[in-house]
C-alpha cells in the first residue's frame, strides 16, 4: 500500500472504521482554499480530508455551519474542484471521468427541490440531450411509487405539490438515471416534521432496496439512524471524528446529536 494509500485512513477518531474493501468513493487529501481577495486572507474550506465509502453504504456529513460539509458533498461529482487532493469514483479518479456521466451515477439532491412549469410526468422526463435511461410511462410510475408517491401525481401540476411531494418528485428524477449513489444536501431541513419523516422513510427505503450509496448532509438525526453506515464530523474544514453509526458510537457530541439533545453537532472542538 502506497503512503497516500495509508494516510487516507488516519482519521483522527475513536473507533474508527475500518478500510472499505470496494469503495465506490474514496477521498484522499482533499483541501480546498480560496484565494486572497480584496485584501482579505486566503480561506480554507476543507483541509485534509480524507475518506472511503463502500458500494451500498452511507456516509453522514456531520458538523456547524460553515464547517465545509456541502463543499465536500460538491467535491464528489465536480460541482467544486478542490485545490488539491484526489477524489476516486468506482476506482477512477472523477477528474478523467466525464462530468455529465459522474453527475448521473452521482447524482446531488439539494436541499430546495428545483421543479419546473408543468406536470409532474414533464419534470420527471427534464434531461440533457442524450441521457440514457428508461422514461416510458411505466418507469416514470415506478419512479414515483419507489419514493412512496402515487402515480395519480404525474398528472399534478408541480407548483401544487407540497414541500415534501417536490423533494421526493427530485429524487425519484435522480432515480431514472439508474444513479449508484445519491448525494444528499440538507433534504429535509426546509420541511416540516411531516414531510420531513416522508423523505427519510423514503430515503432509508431506497437504500435498502437499491443497494445505493448515499453520502447525506444533514441535521436530522433521524436520517442519520436510519441510514447507519458512517459519520463524518468537521469542523473548520478538518476531520475531527469518524465513526460507525450503526455499531456504537462513542463520541459524546455525537451521541447528544443522535440523542436530539442538539439541532446539530456542537461547534467547539474536543
Known amino acids: 500500500m502506497s503512503d497516500l494509500k495509508s494516510r487516507c485512513y488516519a482519521l483522527p477518531t475513536h473507533g474508527r472504521p475500518s478500510s472499505p474493501s470496494h469503495p465506490l468513493f474514496e477521498v484522499e487529501q ?14 480554507t474550506v476543507l483541509k485534509n480530508v480524507s475518506v472511503a465509502v463502500e458500494r451500498g453504504s452511507a456516509l453522514v456529513l456531520l458538523g456547524p455551519s460553515g464547517s465545509g460539509k456541502s463543499t465536500l458533498l460538491r467535491c464528489l461529482n465536480r460541482l467544486v474542484e478542490p485545490t488539491s487532493g484526489r477524489v476516486r469514483f468506482d476506482g477512477r479518479d472523477i477528474r478523467s471521468l466525464d462530468s455529465r456521466d459522474l453527475r448521473q451515477r452521482a447524482a446531488l439532491v439539494m436541499q430546495t427541490p428545483v421543479l419546473f412549469e408543468g406536470t409532474v410526468r414533464d419534470n420527471l422526463r427534464i434531461r440533457p440531450a442524450g441521457t440514457p435511461g428508461d422514461f416510458s410511462e411505466a418507469s416514470l410510475a415506478a419512479a414515483v411509487e419507489e419514493v412512496g408517491l402515487d402515480p395519480k401525481l404525474l398528472d399534478r401540476d408541480a407548483v401544487t405539490l407540497s414541500g415534501g411531494e417536490k423533494q421526493r418528485v427530485t429524487i425519484a428524477r435522480a432515480l431514472l438515471r439508474d444513479p449508484q449513489a445519491l448525494l444528499l444536501d440538507e433534504p429535509t431541513s426546509a420541511l416540516d416534521p411531516p414531510n420531513a419523516a416522508l423523505v427519510v422513510e423514503s430515503v432509508s427505503r431506497l437504500r435498502e432496496l437499491r443497494r445505493l450509496t448515499i453520502v447525506a448532509v444533514t441535521h436530522q438525526p433521524e436520517l442519520v439512524r436510519r441510514l447507519g453506515g458512517s459519520l463524518l464530523y468537521l469542523v473548520q474544514g478538518e476531520v475531527l471524528t469518524y465513526e460507525r453509526a450503526d455499531s456504537g458510537v462513542t463520541d459524546a457530541r455525537l451521541q447528544a446529536f443522535l440523542a436530539g439533545e442538539h439541532a446539530s453537532p456542537p461547534t467547539e472542538r474536543p
Open 30 to 43: 482533499l483541501s480546498l482554499v480560496h484565494d486572497a481577495w480584496g485584501g482579505q486572507p486566503p480561506v
